[in-house]
């Protein structure tokens, strides 16, 4: 074991450090090349030292610079950055690049080779009734914008207009809910896809009382 004294990277005061074997370390703490404070106090002081200032290229605000080349105060600023000054960071060239060389076909091939071997991907005819279920609820929340804006505002079970039912609260017997109008067990046992149950031409406006209806008419039947 070894006692050396060395100057304390902050204040300067000889501090002893107990090394087992004269190293690199030793080196490289003589050489200046790595650092050694007294205490926790003189690190922390050193380090706010160090640091400086500088100006954001995106935003302009000033912002702690930790290394020389930190240009961004933020990861959005430097998205936002790129995004904006394209031609600053070659994207151009390179997105010309990628289309010139990649095959999208055997790209898309090989995406789906890959998800299915990792279980990424459920074929739909083999699918637990479960799996489709929760597809099917994804997807109906997914498409269901789209449908507002196209819906015409009438029941298509019993015709009345119900557009402004959607003030009342959603748990309202009257409010108006997006219907499958054949049933998602049906398209199950017909082995339809979960995309096919939720196209547009299977989705309707109702209300939730009519919803209900039909469901408890199906159990009974």
């Known amino acids: 074991m070894y006692t050396l004294y060395f100057p304390c990277?902050?204040?300067?005061?000889?501090h002893p450090k107990v090394l087992p074997n004269k190293t690199s370390a030793v080196l490289r703490?003589?050489?200046?090349?790595?650092?050694?404070?007294?205490n926790l106090d003189c690190r922390k002081l050193w380090h706010e030292q160090q640091r400086r200032t500088a100006t954001c290229l995106n935003c302009e605000k000033e912002f702690w610079q930790e290394h020389k080349t930190k240009k961004f105060c933020s990861r959005e600023c430097y998205g936002d950055h790129m995004k904006?000054?394209?031609?600053?960071?070659?994207?151009?060239?390179?997105?010309?690049?990628?289309?010139?060389?990649?095959?999208?076909q055997a790209a898309i091939a090989k995406m789906l080779i890959t998800k299915q071997e990792r279980g990424q991907m459920i074929e739909w005819n083999n699918a637990e009734w479960k799996q489709y279920w929760r597809r099917c609820n994804h997807l109906t929340r997914k498409i269901r914008s789209q449908m507002l804006e196209s819906w015409d505002g009438f029941d298509y079970i019993d015709g009345e207009?119900?557009?402004?039912?959607?003030?009342?609260?959603?748990?309202?017997?009257?409010?108006?809910?997006l219907d499958h109008i054949k049933s998602r067990s049906q398209c199950f046992k017909e082995g339809l896809s979960p995309y096919e149950a939720t196209s547009p031409e299977n989705l309707a406006w109702t209300k939730r009382v009519?919803?209900?209806k039909k469901y408890n008419k199906k159990l009974g039947s």
């Open 9 to 14: 990277t902050y204040c300067k005061k000889e």
């Open 84 to 104: 904006n000054n394209p031609a600053d960071y070659n994207l151009p060239t390179k997105a010309g690049h990628m289309h010139q060389t990649m095959d999208k």
């Open 29 to 38: 703490i003589t050489n200046g090349e790595k650092n050694i404070f007294c």
């Open 210 to 212: 009519n919803n209900s």
């Open 161 to 177: 207009y119900i557009k402004d039912n959607l003030k009342l609260h959603f748990l309202d017997r009257n409010y108006p809910s």
